[in-house]
């Protein structure tokens, strides 16, 4: 009975800590947006896979490669891109799915004695979905993704590398696209 308290002692004082190292986890953004215009107007705008950079204001230009790969232009200082991947474009739903498959390294710095790159957004196995649909006084635009963060090891975590950096680097730049949508559609 010793041993089996002894034992129990030491699972309570391990869970924390175990419960605390561990790697990333996955992350979810969900931000939406009701302009004053009409669906079909709007979805002409955000399924132009190649016409980002119309409409977000961090994109400077949108280069396509085929029908379903884009390279992101970013208007940052060394014009770091994102490649995307269209998964699928349905316009009877007015639902785009797309992908990154491929982003610049920004940075690396040595990080718990290992190089650590830094990555245009600090996410890695982003898949997204932007749909619009129609709502009384115009449309709503849906802006979702899934991801983790960048830096798959455990904690510790380097400066902007973390699962609340990830989400919260996605929610500023579906925030900032959504608005600037937005000042587009109601002109």
Not at 27 to 34: D, F, H, N, P, S
Request: no cysteine.
């Amino acid at each position: 009975m010793k041993k089996f308290l002894q034992l129990m002692t030491i699972a309570l004082i391990a869970m924390p800590m175990l419960a605390s190292a561990h790697g990333p986890t996955r992350q979810q953004v969900l931000e939406k947006i009701t302009i004053n215009a009409a669906p079909e107007k709007v979805w002409a705008m955000v399924k132009d896979f190649g016409g980002l950079h119309n409409w977000h204001p961090a994109v400077a230009s949108t280069e396509l490669q085929g029908d379903t790969t884009r390279v992101l232009t970013l208007a940052s200082e060394g014009s770091p891109t994102i490649t995307e991947e269209l998964i699928k474009a349905d316009d009877e739903k007015m639902a785009l799915t797309y992908k990154i498959t491929d982003m610049t390294v920004v940075k690396t710095i040595t990080f718990n004695s290992k190089d650590t790159p830094y990555y245009t957004l600090p996410v890695s196995t982003y898949k997204a979905w932007l749909t619009v649909t129609e709502v009384e006084g115009g449309s709503e635009v849906q802006w979702k993704a899934k991801f983790y963060r960048s830096f798959m090891d455990n904690p510790p975590v380097p400066e902007g590398q973390s699962d609340k950096d990830a989400a919260n680097t996605i929610k500023g730049v579906f925030t900032a696209g959504l608005e600037n949508l937005k000042t587009i559609m109601e002109k």
